[in-house]
């Protein structure tokens, strides 16, 4: 299977604890993108990787949030002293992007199956 | 933040064509429009997209009014395997914003 891959699908820790999440993407992509998705809600862009650099990062990324793809491969997401408000599901998405700056041609988003996270 | 507003819910017969609507009335100029749906238990997964003119793939047709305030993504013939949150998205520079969606509801 080449597409996206996510580890682990699921995750239940208590309050306060660390967790962190991987995401490997299609291998000749680019770019690389978490979201957030809560029950009922379409998914919240977090954060995007250009190979190894993060270029955006959303307000929703609190100090506790922090993102890497070292190397420009996988790329991982920790959440440090986890709340109960953190429970969701995370979802990691790669594409491909061409072009300079101000001529990107932009390509699908491709997402893997998200890390269900759960917070007692 | 680029805002999409669509139906919470809508239903259709199999085999019959639907037309999902989408209003986005503070699109500008340089934003895409893209389609995407979500199956339960799944990420989404990429339908269609466009920025000015119509457009077709073999899974969907995406029409854009003149205006590009609205736009409607049509399914030809439903099938059961259609049912999904089906989500109108405004790409603006290189964010996505994700609405919450159309659910779908295909009828045998």
């Known amino acids: 299977d080449t597409g996206v891959s996510q580890d682990p699908r699921h995750k239940i820790t208590k309050r306060g604890q660390n967790v962190t999440f991987r995401c490997d993407p299609i291998s000749e992509h680019n770019r690389l993108y978490w979201y957030r998705q809560t029950l009922g809600q379409g998914p919240e862009f977090l954060t995007y990787f250009q190979n190894e650099a993060q270029l955006e990062k959303s307000r929703l990324l609190s100090d506790r949030f922090s993102a890497e793809r070292p190397k420009g491969s996988f790329s991982t997401l920790e959440i440090q002293r986890t709340e109960q408000g953190d429970s969701a599901m995370y979802l990691c998405a790669s594409s491909l992007v061409r072009g300079g700056r101000l001529n990107q041609i932009y390509n699908e988003q491709f997402f893997g199956p998200g890390t269900r996270l759960t917070v007692l | 933040d680029a805002k999409t507003t669509q139906p919470n819910s809508m239903e259709s017969n199999e085999e019959e064509p639907v037309h999902l609507p989408c209003n986005h009335s503070t699109i500008s100029g340089t934003d895409y429009i893209h389609w995407y749906r979500q199956l339960p238990s799944q990420g989404p997964e990429y339908v269609i997209h466009g920025l000015t003119s119509n457009v077709n793939n073999r899974m969907a047709s995406l029409a854009i009014a003149e205006d590009r305030k609205s736009s409607t993504l049509i399914l030809h013939r439903a099938t059961l395997r259609d049912a999904a949150v089906y989500y109108c998205?405004?790409?603006?520079?290189?964010?996505?914003?994700f609405g919450t969606g159309t659910s779908l509801t295909v009828i045998p």
């Open positions: 998205i405004l790409r603006a520079g290189n964010q996505f914003y």
